[in-house]
Structure formats: C-alpha cells, structure tokens
T-cell receptor, first 115, second 118 residues
C-alpha cells in the first residue's frame, strides 16, 4: 500500500475564491485520481491524473473549474476555482497500485466548506 | 459502464451479532470488486478486494465477502461485530481489462452506515 498525505485537511472559504489541494505520495505511482464526496453521498470521480499527460475529466467536471497538475510521480494538486456553496464537499486523492489491478488507496481527504 | 447498488443505507446491529451488507453490481465486462470502510471524519480504507481466484475473500479484521458472478453480488459479512466496526462501508467496482490490469476508475455504491450498539 501507499501512504498518501493531503493538505489542507479542512478549510473554510469565501465564495468566488479558489483553493488548491495538495496530494503527496510516499512512492512513485502512475495513476492518481481525484474524487468528490458531497455531504451524505458517495464518492464521484472528478478526474484521472497521470504524469506526463493532461488530466482526463469525467462527465460533469471541467478543467476550468477543477484544474489539476501532476508534475511528477509522487505529487498532484487539485484546484477548486471560483467556489460556490455547492462546492462544499470532501475532496479525496487516491492512487492506483502498481500493476493497475484496480485497488486504490486514499488520502484522508480535504473537508471544504464554502460560505 | 458499471453501476453499484448497496441495498441498505443503514444497518443497525447489536454487538457480537452477525451482519451482512449487501452489494450488487451491473457491468457488461469483467470487473474487480472492493469494499472500503470510512470511519467518522477519516478517509477511505481498503477492507478487501476480489481480483480473481477464490470467490471468498477475507480481511484481517474478520470481514469476508463472496463474489457471486451469477447473481452479480459481492456481499460483505462478519459473524460477530464489535463497537469499533461502526462506520460507513462502500462497495466499489472497476473494469478489469486484459493482462490483469484495469483503467483504475472506481464506481462506488451509495454506502451503508453500520451502527453497532452495545
């Protein structure tokens, strides 16, 4: 398994501002993923971030709203741009295991509240 | 595309009683199956996974799940629960592709909140 650190763990932001969430892994991984967990709901994949290529966004998520960087094999950032109260969620980073056998390991998440 | 249905949103149970959390999936291709657990105010932890081989998989803390291809189910069971098992449990699938790899995208069920009462 991998150890995944996410920062910040929580934040309260004003609408119209942006927040960048960092995800650091203790080993090199090919696949990194960003999920959103809205209050009382399950996880929804925002995008897949592979090093050396543009992030692939799922339906309903766009790069202008959720820009992602993946500068190397151990780090990624997700920015939530021009926030509104509807963006209040838990944002989770996960990494795919070597060999790509589907299992993923998750960070503790970033709890975001937008006022 | 895949979908996952967790049939119970909440399961209350008394300590030391058995429990089953139900999960059914739909997919036109082969899948890998997972159970994750989320304790209050924490991230997700992988509980167990089915990739291939024996259809019965076990976790280190006494949970087990059985892959039933004909019923497209992956129910989670524990013969005797503890207070510390109180958490939300998520069933998830990912598409299995040739060579034992996958695209890695997980589709999650809606979650089942297990509450263990003394």
């Amino acid at each position: 398994s991998a150890v995944i650190s996410q920062k910040p763990s929580r934040d309260i932001c004003q609408r119209g501002t942006s927040l960048t969430i960092q995800c650091q892994v203790d080993s090199q991984v090919t696949m990194m993923f960003w999920y959103r967990q809205q209050p009382g709901q399950s996880l929804t994949l925002i995008a897949t971030a592979n090093q050396g290529s543009e992030a692939t966004y799922e339906s309903g998520f766009v790069i202008d709203k959720f820009p992602i960087s993946r500068p190397n094999l151990t780090f990624s950032t997700l920015t939530v741009s021009n926030m509104s109260p509807e963006d209040s969620s838990i944002y989770l980073c996960s990494v795919g295991t070597s060999g790509g056998a589907g299992a993923q390991y998750f960070g503790a998440g970033t709890r975001l509240s937008v006022l | 595309a895949q979908s996952v249905t967790q049939l119970d949103s909440q399961v209350p149970v008394f300590e030391e009683a058995p429990v089953e959390l139900r999960c059914n999936y739909s997919s036109s291709v082969s899948v890998y199956l997972f159970w994750y657990v989320q304790y209050p105010n924490q991230g997700l932890q992988l509980l167990l996974k089915y990739l291939s081989g024996s259809t019965l998989v076990e976790s280190i803390n006494g949970f087990e799940a059985e892959f039933n291809k004909s019923q497209t189910s992956f129910h989670l069971r524990k013969p005797s629960v503890h207070i510390s098992d109180t958490a939300e449990y998520f069933c998830a699938v990912s598409e299995a592709i040739a060579g034992g790899t996958s695209y890695g995208k997980l589709t999650f069920g809606q979650g089942t909140i297990l509450t263990v009462h003394p």
